[in-house]
C-alpha cells in the first residue's frame, strides 16, 4: 500500500469506526425501549417478542468487535504512517503531517503548534503529499474530493 493510499485508508477506518460505533448507541436504545414496560394503564393485545432484545444486543456486541479489528487495523496503520512520516526530508513539514492525521487535530491547531501561517502549513502539506507521491513514482495527488487536501474543516 503507498503513503498516499495509507492516508486514506487511515481516514476510511475512522469514518467506519464511527459508523459502527453509532450503529452500537442505536443498537442499545432500542433494546433498552423494547425492554421497558409501557406507560399508564395501556394493554398490548399481543406481548412483545422477547427474543427481539436478545438480538439487539447480540447485534450490538458484533458490531463491537467489528469495532475492535477496526481499531487494531487503524493503530497498525497510524504505525505505519509514523515510519512513512519519518522518513521525509524535513521535519517541519513531517510534524505537519503528524499533528494532522496521527494526532486528528484540526488545521488551526497545526498552525498554532508549528508556528506557521494557514497559507504555509497548506503549501507544506502539499509538500509532503507531492514528496511521497514522488518517492513512490506516482504522479497525481488525491484532491479535495477525497479529505487529504481539504481546506473546508479548517475550522474545527
Excluded at 76 to 98: E, I, Y
Excluded at 137 to 156: F, H, M, Q, V, W
Amino acid at each position: 500500500m503507498t503513503g498516499l493510499d495509507l492516508l486514506l485508508h487511515a481516514e476510511d477506518l475512522r469514518r467506519e469506526i464511527a459508523r459502527r460505533e453509532e450503529r452500537i448507541a442505536i443498537l442499545r436504545r432500542l433494546a433498552g425501549a423494547v425492554s421497558r414496560p409501557l406507560p399508564g394503564d395501556v394493554r398490548v393485545v399481543s406481548s412483545p417478542d422477547p427474543g427481539r432484545n436478545q438480538r439487539l444486543l447480540d447485534e450490538a456486541v458484533d458490531e463491537q468487535e467489528a469495532v475492535r479489528l477496526l481499531r487494531e487495523e487503524l493503530e497498525a496503520a497510524d504505525a505505519d504512517l509514523a515510519l512513512l512520516f519519518s522518513l521525509l526530508p524535513d521535519a517541519l513539514t513531517a510534524s505537519v503531517l503528524q499533528i494532522r492525521y496521527l494526532e486528528k487535530q484540526p488545521w488551526r491547531e497545526v498552525c498554532l503548534r508549528t508556528h506557521l501561517s494557514r497559507t504555509r502549513v497548506f503549501a507544506r502539506h502539499r509538500q509532503a503529499l507531492e514528496l511521497l507521491a514522488a518517492r513512490e513514482g506516482n504522479s497525481c495527488i488525491p484532491g479535495p474530493n477525497r479529505g487529504i487536501l481539504s481546506e473546508a474543516d479548517e475550522t474545527k
